[in-house]
């Protein structure tokens, strides 16, 4: 028998009398819903482990001893309460582990889970009743508040849906009017890092037994997902929960908006504040930490940078991913290509095996497989472990995602999606990449953040445009051009990449009023250098499918004569 097994056996509790309900991974929290209001002597949980689900994709190590281990606490901490816990092993879609309970104890309950994925799984449960679901309680919005920001749309736009929200809710807000008199400071917080003021060293937490057999069974049982288990690293209590929010507040938040789009080699996390994690697992709640942060004595700018990100941005991406269903009903009625199967993200291309998947009948499918751009390449080995392309900023970005399952907003943003947009990769493998190698990843906020901002594969639907850029911005908000083999003024290829991708999108492009400057700088760009971007493009995508290093030796000659 298990440590968590034993432990948990310790408190066991019969099971009549109370109302059951079912906690997914999205869940773990009493400070919400019915455990927050009622005594736990009324109620019993079901917490369901699914071997098959983490199989379905190759997921970071870290990502899954995230949700067991937290999930593993969580029930231990409800089962002291004097809540009942029930946890079940599920070998099949979650459904497959609830039927029979439901037949035990009656009609469960079940919050609205986030991830979709889940949602159409259970699906069948919630039609016939067994299954019993209420309102998601940890949001800060609801469809209301989306449809009331935006005037008719799509579009849909995050400013329009943040403005309406601190109204709504009196955040930030003094006699009606925002404080420091705008909505957004963001245009303060731009500022790159020279190294100063130092940036806080992430917490380490203490792990216990429970943790430590989480992570001995990851390595057994799963042996063939990529990453390292670091539990160090791994908040796995409420306690734990609580200390990283404490670090957070006291660390990061006094310099989270100046530096919020600094990038460093010195640094992986600079003043972010490394939640997200926790916060789509409900470990931490939204409402906490805005109403915490509200509260705090810190700049302005600040305050209002971090209340945008999770007030705003996290709320808005969701309420996207509902209205289009994950992208597959998109408003001009260009139905994407729904992948029936998840993609293993090029995990096959990098091991050359396939992925060892069970398949179930009715499983949800893989997922929509936009494309505005028509992008088809697949994404360069590069961006697994061992394999450097030699882009420095590249290499130095997916080397600290194969490390920590995370890396922040702008490193995801304008390195990791900005590449791969520039190379043409699928949009969909570059979401299931991202989905796999990130622990805050699931379909609800993964598939909003690459599929419409990184990577532009729904056009204008909820970014004005594109979000690419050459080596110029790099260099700009990183340290991480001088250790470079190129120049990033004279040789870095993704100059290049940048003016190859204006040059071959310029007709989708030119009805874009944002982008109207930059392709009138297109439209006077020399026709060798314009031969040499397409050079160049092809130079780097044939060297990266190849799984080889770019050197600037190898650089297409530009001959300018
Ligand atoms: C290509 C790409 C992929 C992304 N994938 C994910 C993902 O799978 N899961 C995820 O939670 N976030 C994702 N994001 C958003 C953002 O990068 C992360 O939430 C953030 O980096 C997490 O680190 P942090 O907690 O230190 O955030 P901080 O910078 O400290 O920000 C605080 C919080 O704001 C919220 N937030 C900020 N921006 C966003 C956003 N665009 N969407 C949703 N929430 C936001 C997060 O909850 C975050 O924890 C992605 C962004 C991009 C550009
Ligand atoms: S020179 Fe180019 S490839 Fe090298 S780190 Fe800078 S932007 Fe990246």
């Not at 079901?46 to 990502?63: D, F, S």
């Not at 979709?116 to 949001?139: I, K, M, N, Q």
């Not at 929010?245 to 996390?269: I, N, Q, T």
């Not at 490390?403 to 304008?414: D, F, P, V, Y």
């Amino acid at each position: 028998m298990s440590i968590f097994s034993r432990l948990i056996e310790q408190y066991h509790q019969e099971p009549t009398d109370r109302r059951w309900l079912f906690i997914p991974y999205d869940q773990l929290s009493d400070e919400f819903g019915r455990l927050s209001r009622e005594h736990p002597s009324d109620l019993g949980i079901v917490l369901v482990e699914n071997p098959w689900k983490a199989n379905r994709r190759p997921y970071h190590r870290q990502k899954l001893a995230l949700i067991l281990t937290n999930g593993r606490h969580f029930a231990l901490e409800q089962a002291r309460r004097g809540v009942a816990v029930r946890c079940v092993v599920a070998e099949g879609p979650y459904r497959t582990a609830l039927e029979p309970l439901i037949d035990e104890l009656g009609p469960i309950e079940v919050m609205r889970p986030a991830e979709r994925e889940l949602r159409d799984d259970l699906r069948p449960l919630v039609d016939s009743g067994g299954l019993v679901e209420t309102a998601h309680e940890g949001w800060l919005s609801g469809p209301e508040d989306f449809a009331a920001s935006q005037k008719s749309g799509p579009p849909w736009r995050m400013d329009a849906f943040y403005r309406h929200m601190r109204r709504r809710t009196g955040l930030l807000m003094r006699d009606g009017k925002p404080i420091g008199d705008k909505f957004s400071f963001d245009a303060e917080n731009r500022k790159s890092w020279p190294g100063a003021p130092p940036a806080p060293a992430p917490p380490v937490f203490e792990p216990d037994e429970i943790s430590r057999e989480v992570a001995a069974l990851i390595e057994r049982r799963f042996p063939h997902h990529p990453g390292d288990v670091d539990l160090t690293s791994l908040p796995a209590t409420a306690n734990d929960a609580d200390h990283l929010w404490s670090w957070a507040r006291d660390h990061c938040l006094p310099l989270f908006g100046p530096y919020e789009d600094a990038m460093s080699v010195r640094s992986r996390g600079l003043f972010h504040t490394r939640i997200s994690g926790l916060l789509n697992i409900h470990r931490l709640l939204p409402a906490r930490v805005v109403a915490d942060v509200a509260e705090m004595d810190l700049p302005t700018a600040s305050k209002e940078g971090f209340v945008r990100q999770v007030l705003g941005w996290r709320e808005f991406v969701r309420h996207v991913h509902e209205r289009t269903d994950g992208f597959r009903s998109l408003p001009d009625a260009r139905s994407p290509r729904i992948a029936a199967t998840p993609g293993d993200a090029g995990w096959s291309c990098w091991t050359g095996q396939g992925w060892p998947r069970t398949a179930a009948p009715g499983e949800p499918d893989g997922g929509a497989c936009p494309s505005s751009l028509g992008a088809d390449h697949s994404l360069p080995v590069g961006f697994w472990p061992g394999n450097p392309t030699g882009l420095a900023c590249l290499d130095h970005v997916v080397d600290d995602v194969w490390t920590e399952a995370w890396s922040h907003h702008i490193t995801r943003l304008m390195v990791l999606a900005n590449i791969a947009t520039l190379l043409e990769v699928k949009p969909r493998q570059l979401t299931d990449w991202f989905w796999v190698a990130y622990l805050d990843a699931y379909d609800w906020v993964v598939e909003p953040n690459v599929l419409a901002m990184g990577s532009y594969a729904v056009g204008p639907l909820m970014t004005t445009k594109p979000y690419v850029s050459g080596a110029a911005y790099i260099d700009r908000m990183s340290d991480y051009c001088g250790p470079c083999a190129f120049d990033p003024k004279q040789s870095c290829p993704i100059t290049n990449l940048y003016w190859a991708f204006l040059a071959r999108h310029r007709g989708v492009l030119a009805d874009n009023p944002r982008m109207r400057l930059i392709l009138a700088s297109l439209g006077k760009r020399d026709r060798k250098r314009i031969d040499e971007d397409r050079a160049v493009f092809v130079w780097v995508s044939q060297t990266l499918a190849e799984g080889a290093r770019l050197l600037p030796e190898d650089r297409p000659e530009v001959d300018r004569a």
